[in-house]
């Protein structure tokens, strides 16, 4: 886990200067103790993660950023936040990881037994989701979260529902083997 936080450290502090908790090269936050986590490893080292949240207990688009959808927030165990999705910058293969990444955050939400997937992400994130086959649509935003290194930093809440379709677009059967 140490390495994945280092990672979202590099990802988030440091390439996208977003305003998060940072300490000694390690990004961690209170949503962690109580997430599922993925992490892809090339020779020891993890190049690319994200974590999983039911929306049934306190996640990041709920505690963190409210103002993107209008209430009621979901509070479902049929819903699930990815959040803290991150790959190595200037790692050669970085688009192979994400859609990697892309497609377990689908096929963990298929065996958790989830409608919909949700994340907090910035436009081009989004557009990177959108190339990997999902068939998602914007449930909010976009709105200025803080100012990065290359400017205003734009979060938009994404939705992906998880049906036979979806998960054809990226290689998955309907059910779990």
């Given at each position: 886990?140490?390495?994945?936080?280092?990672?979202?450290?590099?990802?988030?502090?440091?390439?996208?200067?977003?305003?998060?908790?940072?300490?000694?090269?390690?990004?961690?936050?209170?949503?962690?103790?109580?997430?599922?986590?993925c992490a892809v490893t090339l020779s020891d080292i993890v190049v690319g993660c994200w974590r999983a949240l039911c929306t049934e207990g306190p996640y990041l688009l709920e505690e963190v950023f409210p103002e993107l959808l209008p209430p009621p927030?979901?509070?479902?165990?049929?819903?699930?936040?990815?959040?803290?999705?991150?790959?190595?910058?200037?790692?050669?293969?970085?688009?192979?990881?994400?859609?990697?990444?892309?497609?377990?955050?689908?096929?963990?939400?298929?065996?958790?037994?989830?409608?919909?997937?949700?994340?907090?992400?910035?436009?081009?994130?989004?557009?990177?989701?959108?190339?990997?086959?999902?068939?998602?649509?914007?449930?909010?935003?976009?709105?200025?979260?803080?100012?990065?290194?290359?400017?205003?930093?734009?979060?938009?809440?994404?939705?992906?529902?998880?049906?036979?379709?979806?998960?054809?677009?990226?290689?998955?059967?309907?059910?779990?083997?």
């Amino acid at each position: 886990m140490a390495l994945s936080w280092r990672l979202r450290h590099q990802v988030f502090h440091e390439e996208l200067c977003w305003k998060v908790r940072s300490l000694n090269g390690i990004e961690l936050d209170e949503f962690d103790t109580t997430a599922i986590h993925c992490a892809v490893t090339l020779s020891d080292i993890v190049v690319g993660c994200w974590r999983a949240l039911c929306t049934e207990g306190p996640y990041l688009l709920e505690e963190v950023f409210p103002e993107l959808l209008p209430p009621p927030l979901p509070k479902s165990r049929r819903i699930w936040e990815i959040s803290r999705f991150g790959v190595m910058p200037d790692l050669d293969i970085r688009k192979d990881v994400g859609r990697l990444l892309v497609r377990e955050a689908v096929a963990l939400g298929r065996d958790l037994g989830a409608q919909r997937l949700l994340a907090v992400t910035d436009p081009a994130f989004e557009r990177f989701v959108r190339s990997c086959g999902l068939a998602i649509r914007r449930a909010g935003g976009p709105l200025v979260v803080g100012t990065g290194r290359r400017g205003p930093v734009k979060a938009v809440v994404i939705t992906c529902g998880l049906d036979p379709q979806t998960l054809a677009g990226v290689g998955l059967e309907a059910e779990a083997a």
